[in-house]
């Protein structure tokens, strides 16, 4: 069981908005930078997000992140195929002395 | 460009030893926090262990506390995860991570892995 919380699917088709959530606590998001990973079938996942709501060079501004209080969420917007994958969540969790993260969230372009 | 490669997995019998490496280049590796994460079958991702730029933190996960070390050698801009007393649990993908930047800890950029399999 993660200490982080994600829904385990979520969907969309081409072109829509999709958002996804991430629960956690006052030890980990609620104290600590969030962080969004990609991972494509067969491939390393690939980071969106950092400290919250930045994005490295190189991901589309489709992507964005946001906190709020003990939650985290990315949003993914113009929904592309490209986009079916498997997005996680991650932070440092100050209780646990551990980087933690959620169980991840299957995205489906429909 | 940055680049990550993790070598040294395998298969190995339960209570085996293993040691990962992971040739970093394009970057100044002394100056970045370093970490391990690893990959089940099938499952998601589980952080494992992290250091700082001159070795002198260190942080694991509880399951591998014990059992597994991390070290670094900036001359050899080479990571390591020396690993003993394998557990069938511990098969996954293991991946090398650099930090996003130098002031920051948290995980960025990801090498491709390399896969061990305990087994007897």
């Known amino acids: 069981q993660s200490v982080l919380t994600q829904p385990p699917s979520a969907s969309g088709t081409p072109g829509q908005r999709v958002t996804i959530s991430c629960s956690g606590s006052?030890?980990?998001?609620?104290?600590?930078?969030a962080y969004w990973y990609q991972q494509l079938p067969g491939t390393a996942p690939k980071l969106l997000i950092f400290?919250?709501?930045q994005r490295p060079s190189g991901v589309p501004d489709r992507f964005s992140g946001s906190k709020s209080g003990t939650s985290a969420s990315l949003a993914i917007s113009g929904l592309r195929s490209e986009d079916d994958a498997d997005y996680y969540c991650?932070?440092?969790?100050?209780?646990?002395?551990?980087?933690?993260f959620g169980g991840g969230t299957k995205l489906t372009v429909l | 460009e940055v680049q990550l490669e993790e070598s040294g997995g395998g298969l190995v019998q339960p209570g085996g030893s293993l040691r990962l490496s992971c040739a970093a280049s394009?970057?100044?590796?002394?100056?970045?926090?370093m970490h391990w994460v690893r990959q089940g079958p099938s499952k998601g991702l589980m952080w494992v262990s992290r250091?700082?730029?001159?070795?002198?933190?260190?942080h694991y996960a509880d399951s591998v506390k014990g059992r597994f070390t991390i070290s670094r050698d900036n001359a050899k801009n080479t990571l390591y995860l020396q690993m003993s007393s394998l557990r069938v649990e511990d098969t996954a993908v293991y991946y090398c991570v650099r930090a996003v930047t130098t002031a920051t800890r948290g995980l960025g950029y990801w090498g491709q892995g390399t896969l061990v399999t305990v087994s007897s």
């Open positions: 250091i700082n730029g001159d070795e002198s933190t260190t």
């Open positions: 991650a932070a440092w969790d100050d209780s646990l002395s551990s980087v933690i």
């Open positions: 400290s919250n709501n």
């Open positions: 006052t030890s980990n998001i609620g104290s600590n930078n």
């Open positions: 394009g970057f100044t590796f002394s100056t970045y926090w």
